[in-house]
């Protein structure tokens, strides 16, 4: 029985936050990415998607090995990577719109431990599905670098992941929470390399396996080429398929209200009017969907935005009123008031200081170390 221990959503490629491979894809190179796991078990095995793709993925190979966790180690792993198979094989096709589960490794992990997974591409595989923001180093080099254990040959870096969507150990455990929102869900404004999200606060403070299924810039009722699907439509396929998963967190619907209030915004324009009502609406039919699969689900107030390039009259009002909504409706089977545990004392619409990243919209590690006691309170 496997409980998933990592996710990142996928997403439609695209020119992103930071610059990356997702447009232009790979051909003829390899790929090694680092990941985080939040439960422990001796079998691994691994989920690729293929979601955004037009045409099929040849995957050459695939290997998963122990990080080399000093500083400095960058592409290099401890020990040689242990070969990973597909139905029995060492490649796999994967259909353009699918997915592929390999099979498990005997691989024993701790929770909290880092492994590296690499692959090998070694056909043109067109734009790639891939998750914009990982805060954790990605690397690309010529050829086939399966079996590499220094990382030299990793030549170039990327802060995305591509292709792998999770990760799943023979835990056997059915108590996971999963974490869904957005850029503040994602961890934008943590510090990049150091797994210092709130998912993993939130891990770490209760020994739960805890699933980041945030996307930056997500929206509640909206698609968008950059910010990926809707929330109302991407969490049967993100968080509803995970394995072990019994708690559902939502944070969502910032986005939602405070794209119509920023300067010009190419990528997200025009930006819809929305008001709380079609954001209590959008909340319903998460809730109604993560309980028909008997899911517990928690509800997170917004937090406070004043002062941030989201923030105005006609947002401030459809916030108060949502947050209004989540404390007090009890459609949700719990509330984390998120907004009250960092808002500051004197100006209690904008984020406290110490725990600003300093755009006054997205908390720092302190921030979001508040936001997992405030979570871990009401699992």
């Known amino acids: 029985m496997f409980t998933t221990a990592w996710t990142a959503s996928p997403q439609s490629p695209s020119t992103g936050f930071t610059p990356n491979w997702s447009q232009e894809g790979f051909w003829r190179q390899s790929l090694r990415q680092v990941v ?12 690729l998607s293929n979601a955004y793709g037009t045409s099929p993925l040849r995957i050459a190979g695939a290997t998963l090995a122990r990080t080399a966790a000093c500083v400095g180690a960058g592409a290099a792993v401890l020990a040689e990577p242990v070969r990973l198979a597909f139905d029995g094989a060492a490649s796999v ?12 490794a005997e691989f024993a992990v701790a929770a909290g431990e880092s492994v590296t997974v690499t692959l090998h591409l070694d056909a043109v595989t067109g734009p790639a599905t891939f998750h914009a923001q990982a805060f954790a180093t990605s690397y690309r080099g010529a050829g086939d670098l399966l079996a590499d254990t220094g990382g030299a040959g990793f030549d170039e870096v990327s802060e995305s992941w591509y292709f792998l969507t999770a990760v799943d150990v ?3 455990r059915t108590d996971g929470v999963a974490l869904f929102g957005d850029s503040i869900t994602d961890g934008f404004g943590s510090t ?3 797994n210092r999200r709130w998912s993993d606060a939130l891990a770490a403070r209760t020994g739960r396996p805890v699933l980041n299924a945030g996307i930056g810039g997500n929206l509640l009722l909206n698609d968008s080429a950059w910010y990926g699907e809707k929330g109302v439509h991407r969490l049967e396929r993100d968080v509803l398929s ?6 559902l967190v939502v944070l ?5 209200i405070g794209f119509s209030e920023g300067a010009a915004e190419p990528t997200y324009r025009p930006a819809p009017l929305v008001e709380a009502g079609e954001l209590v609406a959008g909340h319903r039919e998460l809730i109604r969907q ?12 917004l937090l406070p935005f004043a002062g941030s390039d989201h923030w105005g009259e006609r947002a401030a009002k459809v916030s108060h009123e949502f947050n209004e909504w989540v404390r007090r409706s009890g459609e949700y089977d719990a509330v984390v008031d998120l907004h009250r545990a960092l808002a500051d004392p004197v100006a209690p619409d904008a984020l406290r200081g110490v725990y600003d990243f ?3 919209l997205h908390p720092n590690d302190a921030g979001y170390q508040v936001m997992a006691e405030a979570v871990g309170v009401v699992l």
């Open 170 to 172: 023979s835990a056997g």
């Open 290 to 301: 993560a309980r028909r699969r008997g899911l517990r689900v928690v509800g997170a107030t």
């Open 358 to 360: 300093g755009d006054h």
């Open 36 to 47: 985080r796991l939040s439960a422990g078990g001796v079998r691994v095995r691994i989920r």
């Open 93 to 104: 096709e994967i259909p353009a719109r699918g997915e592929s589960v390999g099979d498990a």
């Open 192 to 194: 990049p390399g150091a």
């Open 242 to 247: 995970l394995a072990g998963v019994d708690t």
């Open 252 to 256: 969502l619907g910032l986005n939602d």
